[in-house]
Each structure stands twice: as structure tokens, then as C-alpha cells.
């Protein structure tokens, strides 16, 4: 195998890396190849000795999808394990410190959008939160209303039977418009908070398990 | 897969880092000063400085060179360095706890 096959075949195998991040890695193999050759080898001894394209790129990719410690078969005894215990244990490796929950960071861009929405999204669940209110008044208004009758009649001593009757639909309106209310007051509640919730979700970056 | 890679693998890093804490390289030089030492696949070296790298514990900086492309030093951190002190005490007991179970062994 020739230089050419060799970057060719490894560049392949990188294809699941980034871009930026492959390109560089293969400026490092390139940068090889040239110091190599300045030194008088081939390129036939070049590639022997950096080993087999396939193997170097699974190196390549498994350091970048979990950026774990490599199997230190002379790893830490994990505290308090006896020193007689099988030769299996040794290659249990520290936990790395990538363990960690982590979050995928938003990018500003995210912010700027949440930024925005939220200009738009405040007022219309103000909007919402006013409506539910007016409602909860009016049905409060209409089951009240035969007290407000009782003080008409004790401050100006009039009684209109017109007025009766006016109170006992109120009242009717105002149960109805009570338990429209409650509906609206739950309704409203879960949409606010479950807003809120993706917000945070959206502006926090998703947790990651590694 | 050859239990001998294996071995080789976990000792690269200390060798990269010995090497690097003895002065700045470059890959090139760092390949060789391996080689030197150690007959391991000089390839698996720039994965593991680009991890080193990643890690914090390596900066690089380009120099210029009369002949050839600019070469890229690597120079160990602090924190590098700490890694390197760690890695090398865990290896000295790993290798005199192996050594004594072979020596133990071999009285049988």
C-alpha cells in the first residue's frame, strides 16, 4: 500500500467525524508521510509502520464518540477490593469523569429564537390568564348578585320582583360560568407550565447520556 | 485481538506524555522517539494527542521549520503533567504487583 492509498482509505473510515476535525487529523497523517520521507523512507515503510488504516480510524472515532479513558489494564483497584481477587478485576478503569450527566449546550441562536417567541408567547398567555379571570369574576358577580339585591333592599328600601327574577338567572349564569372557570383556570395552568417547561428545555440543551 | 496491542495501547500514553514532558515534539519526532522504544503502530499516535489535546492535557503550537512542513509541538499542561505523575505511579505497581505474582509462580 502506497501513501495515497493508505490517506485515501483512512479518510473513508473517518467519514463519520466532522469535517474540520477529520481534515486535521489527516494534516497530522499528511505532516507524517513528509517528515518520513524527508528521512529517507518509502512510503511502503511509511504505512507499515503506521499500522492498519481501519484499526487507526476506529482509534480516531472511539476517542471522539465518548471521550472515555482508554482500557488501562493496569487501571485503579476500585478502594476496599481485596488484593487477592481474580486478575479479571484489574482492567476495571476509573469511572471517567465524562460520566457526569451533561447538557448539550443551546446554541445562542436558540436563545435569540426563545428571545423572540417569548416577545410574542407573554402577552397571549397574558391574554389567556385575563380571559380566565373575567370569567371567574362574572361567575362570582352572578352568584353573588342576590346578596348585592339583599343590600339594595336594606340601603334604599326598593324591591322590584323584576329584579328577582334578573338575580335567579344571574345565579344560574354564575354556577355555569363557575365551572367553565375551573376548566379554563386547570386548562391555562398546564399550558403556562408546560410552556414554560419546553423553554427551559429548550434553552438549557437536552441531557445526554453517555 | 493480540493481547500484546493491548499492552502497547495503554503504555502509548505514558511514553507520549514522558516524551513530551522531557521537552516539546512534534508528531513526527514523538513517532520516532516511540519507535525507539517501543515497536507499536505509530498511526494510533495522533488519535491519542488529539484526545490529549482534547483532554487539556497537551497545547499544541506550530513552528516553522527550514525544511518541510511547519511542525506541530505539543507541550504538556499542568494538569498533563499531574495526569503523566498519576499514570506512572499506577504503572510502577501495576508492574511490580505483575512481577511479583510471576516470581511468586515461578518457586512453584
Known amino acids: ?210 | 485481538m493480540d493481547i500484546n496491542i493491548q499492552f502497547k495501547k495503554g503504555a502509548l500514553e505514558i511514553c507520549v506524555l514522558v516524551l513530551i514532558h522531557e521537552k516539546d515534539r512534534y508528531g513526527y519526532e514523538l513517532a520516532q522517539s516511540v519507535s525507539e522504544h517501543i515497536e507499536v503502530a505509530e498511526g494510533a499516535l495522533y488519535p491519542l494527542l488529539r484526545r490529549l489535546v482534547n483532554e487539556g492535557h497537551c497545547t499544541t503550537y506550530l513552528q516553522e521549520s527550514s525544511e518541510g512542513p511547519p511542525r506541530k509541538y505539543y507541550k504538556l499542561t499542568p494538569q498533563g503533567e499531574i495526569h503523566m505523575k498519576k499514570l506512572v505511579i499506577e504503572w510502577k505497581r501495576f508492574v511490580s504487583n505483575v512481577s511479583n505474582l510471576i516470581e511468586r509462580g515461578s518457586h512453584l
Open chain 1, 1 to 210: 500500500m502506497n501513501k495515497s492509498e493508505f490517506i485515501s482509505l483512512l479518510s473513508s473510515h473517518l467519514s463519520a467525524l466532522p469535517p474540520e476535525e477529520r481534515s486535521e487529523l489527516m494534516e497530522d497523517y499528511e505532516a507524517h508521510f513528509a517528515f518520513a520521507l524527508q528521512n529517507g523512507k518509502t512510503e511502503e515503510e511509511i504505512v507499515r509502520e503506521l499500522g492498519d488504516p481501519a484499526e487507526l480510524a476506529q482509534e480516531a472515532l472511539g476517542n471522539r464518540v465518548a471521550p472515555q479513558h482508554p482500557l488501562y489494564w493496569f487501571g485503579d483497584r476500585p478502594e476496599g477490593q481485596a488484593a487477592g481477587t481474580p486478575a479479571a478485576q484489574a482492567p476495571a478503569a476509573q469511572v471517567p469523569a465524562a460520566a457526569r450527566p451533561r447538557y448539550r449546550k443551546a446554541a445562542p441562536a436558540v436563545y435569540t429564537g426563545l428571545f423572540f417567541l417569548n416577545l410574542l408567547m407573554m402577552p397571549l398567555l397574558a391574554a389567556l390568564w385575563a380571559f380566565g379571570l373575567s370569567i371567574a369574576l362574572a361567575a362570582a358577580a352572578g352568584i353573588f348578585s342576590p346578596a348585592f339585591l339583599l343590600l339594595e333592599y336594606a340601603f334604599n328600601g326598593a324591591f322590584q320582583p323584576a329584579k328577582a327574577f334578573a338575580v335567579l338567572t344571574m345565579v344560574g349564569l354564575g354556577i355555569f360560568l363557575a365551572i367553565g372557570s375551573r376548566y379554563a383556570y386547570s386548562n391555562i395552568t398546564k399550558l403556562s407550565a408546560s410552556y414554560w417547561a419546553w423553554n427551559v428545555r429548550a434553552a438549557k440543551g437536552v441531557k445526554i447520556n453517555e
